[in-house]
């Protein structure tokens, strides 16, 4: 009986230990922490949106130079940079890119400084820290954005958030502009109340806007409640999947993680590529405007 008693007040003690670990490690911010850097010194300022709990911006001035017509995109979980390799495959795949997406994005990889030369216009969106490291999701782009929004939504057992980011481009010779929405969504949760919450806030703005998008990122479908949720709203809201050539995309359960969903959007090419510098694939793509 003592044995027992003891392994049950040691077990106890390491569970405490565990969450009083966790409790001073991890930094939880009530709004998320949004950096927006790019050429000119563009402004943007907060505006009232008919969202529900997003946080929106509007650039303080108008954009001559229109987002190309034909354009080339990365989506990438770069996995907060933990594996080797990462910095010069991202160099390397961001040379012909107009647009890349990053989620797990974290502040010591210094991506916007990275690829400041490439792609001067960056996004980048966080929610927490961890050992004093932030991680997020980025966008990053050659054009400026005119508007951006953002939203997080927290795991509901470890309580940490996940981040989804809406930008918004000028098109030449469009009625509309270009929406780009880069998510991360919920993980760890196996109903889908706080998974459903973050997916349908985003939606919002799909919603509301009437030009061509791309909705794209970290996922998480790894099962087929969470993909037949993602699955009906794209097919709701007329975008549609993007199929690949080689696809070896990260799975779970034979499912895959990472997806892009576009509307208004001919999709000219669309490849996975296998890498030892993230646990996920990076996606590449080549659009064109319809």
Not at 109 to 114: D, E, M, R, S, V
Not at 255 to 266: A, M, Q, S
Request: hydrophobic share 40%; charged share 20%; net charge neutral.
């Amino acid at each position: 009986m003592n044995k027992i008693k003891t392994s049950i007040l040691t077990l106890l003690t390491l569970i405490a230990l565990i969450i009083i670990y966790l409790f001073y490690s991890f930094d939880l911010y009530e709004t998320p922490k949004i950096s927006m850097s790019g050429q000119n010194d563009q402004k943007y300022y907060p505006v009232v949106a008919n969202y529900d709990r997003l946080l929106c911006y509007q650039a303080r001035h108008t954009f001559p130079i229109p987002f190309p017509n034909t354009f080339n995109i990365l989506v990438w979980n770069i996995h907060k940079g933990e594996d080797s390799g990462w910095k010069p495959e991202l160099e390397k795949l961001a040379q012909q890119m107009e647009l890349v997406l990053l989620q797990e994005a974290s502040t010591t990889q210094n991506i916007a400084q990275l690829l400041n030369p490439i792609l001067p216009h960056s996004l980048y969106a966080r929610a927490y820290s961890y050992l004093n490291n932030e991680s997020g999701v980025n966008t990053l782009s050659k054009i400026a954005p005119m508007s951006y929004c953002v939203g997080t939504e927290s795991e509901p057992w470890i309580q940490v958030p996940k981040v989804g980011i809406a930008t918004e481009y000028f098109l030449a010779n469009h009625h509309s502009s270009l929406l780009v929405i880069n998510l991360h969504l919920v993980n760890f949760e196996w109903n889908l109340n706080n998974y459903k919450i973050q997916v349908e806030r985003m939606f919002q703005i799909i919603n509301e806007h009437q030009g061509p998008i791309i909705l794209a990122g970290d996922f998480n479908t790894w099962n087929h409640h969470r993909l037949s949720l993602i699955r009906g709203l794209a097919e709701k809201y007329q975008l549609k999947e993007v199929g690949y050539t080689n696809d070896v995309r990260k799975r779970f359960m034979g499912n895959p993680l990472d997806h892009v969903f576009v509307r208004g959007i001919k999709v000219e090419e669309a490849k996975v590529i296998s890498t030892d510098s993230s646990d996920h694939n990076p996606l590449l793509l080549k659009l064109s405007l319809q």
